[in-house]
């Protein structure tokens, strides 16, 4: 088996599980095109199908009440749900109010399609491209822990694997210790789009550094430094524990951990870009220390606060770049910023689906250390 990407020709030789059936639930209909087209490209010699989407509904009743629908057979096959659970631009219509779906919706629809195979398919893999409740994903004092409650009902309806991105903490699926669960990371396709998309970077500790906005991203930034041999710095959060806000401790200041970022491009790397305040006041304390231009990484741009104070970010100079995948949903207005770019994740996926649905092993995909040291050596740096 070959390291490649590109090369699947010794996973098409094996046998698959069973036909190959792809769901896309409400909102991920574009992200599941595109999927797809590199399935039936992947496949053109061994197969010769029009799709392997298998299409679905989840219509709503007027009290907001739903039902999932599957329109085709999905008896014997290998079927790979993509389910989007923060997609708010999908709305329904409840006493006549529109409502935008929320991840509760969303999740739940996910069970009422899984609820309607009737135990009929070989294998479920669920696909989830953000782990749904994956924020609340341990307990303190007496609350709910929901993430974990979500894997073992999946678990319990006869989903075998479980595939996500970015999970907020990956420790989670000792929550199901006896069914699949794989945490990917799209650190090889960030460093491609980053070189593609400023090719004057260097990737040398002279002249990069990677910093984690909090002690919690760590382990995701060293192995960026790590893969790139990059030095390595950190901010860690001093927060005010005497008050609560919208369910947190608020955060009092950043302070900073590591080597000199004078002179140096920044390469910020999180799981997530939520209202956006913690990275920002991060630039901000980085171009205050001299650091030259300033790029994020993150799997998942949710701007639940809107993308004007990334405007000013980027009109002050504070950000240069962020880069988001396609995973999850995007606002219509986010492609056109100058400060954005768009991350593609549907051509690995498709090969993770390929690779699985022929039983084969899909460490390589996961790990793409050579994938990334290539690139580098590319580049001459």
Not at 4 to 11: I, K, M, N, P
Not at 70 to 95: A, L, P, Q, S
Not at 186 to 215: G, R, W
Not at 242 to 264: C, F, M, Q, T, W
Request: hydrophobic share 35%; charged share 25%.
């Amino acid at each position: 088996m070959t390291n490649s990407y590109h090369d699947v020709t010794a996973t098409d030789a094996m046998p698959t599980v069973g036909k190959l059936s792809v769901i896309s639930m409400k909102g991920c209909e574009k992200f599941t095109e595109r999927i797809d087209r590199y399935l039936r490209e992947m496949r053109k010699d061994i197969e010769d199908v029009d799709s392997y989407v298998t299409h679905v509904t989840c219509p709503r009743f007027g009290t907001g009440e739903g039902k999932g629908m599957i329109e085709e057979t999905v008896r014997g096959h290998d079927v790979y749900i993509i389910c989007d659970c923060f997609n708010h631009g999908v709305t329904y219509k409840m006493y006549g109010y529109e409502n935008h779906m929320s991840p509760d919706d969303h999740y739940q629809d996910l069970k009422r399609i899984i609820a309607a195979m009737g135990g009929k398919a070989r294998r479920i893999t669920v696909v989830m491209t953000m782990l749904y409740e994956g924020r609340q994903h341990r307990r303190s004092g007496r609350e709910s822990l929901d993430a974990a409650l979500m894997l073992q009902e999946l678990a319990g309806m006869g989903v075998t694997n479980i595939l996500t991105f970015d999970a907020h903490d990956p420790r989670i699926s000792n929550a199901i210790p006896l069914s699949g669960f794989d945490d990917i990371q799209p650190t090889y396709q960030m460093i491609k789009a980053l070189s593609k998309s400023v090719p004057d970077v260097k990737f040398n500790k002279f002249d990069t550094i990677v910093i984690s906005p909090d002690e919690g991203g760590m382990a995701r930034c060293m192995y960026y430094s790590s893969v790139l041999q990059l030095d390595l710095g950190m901010f860690y959060k001093r927060r005010d524990y005497s008050r609560v806000e919208n369910g947190k401790n608020p955060i009092v200041a950043h302070e900073y951990l590591g080597r000199e970022v004078d002179g140096k491009d920044v390469i910020i790397v999180d799981d997530m870009i939520s209202s956006g305040e913690s990275i920002i006041d991060v630039a901000t304390k980085l171009k205050n220390k001299g650091a030259k231009r300033i790029f994020a990484f993150a799997s998942f741009g949710l701007f639940v606060n809107g993308l004007e104070v990334f405007d000013r970010a980027y009109e002050n100079g504070i950000i240069d770049r962020i880069f988001t995948t396609n995973l999850i949903y995007r606002d219509p207005g986010l492609a056109d910023r100058e400060w954005y770019y768009e991350v593609d994740m549907s051509k690995y996926v498709s090969l993770l689906i390929n690779t699985l649905n022929h039983d084969d092993t899909i460490s390589h995909l996961l790990d793409p250390v050579t994938k990334i040291q290539n690139l580098v050596a590319k580049r001459g740096n």
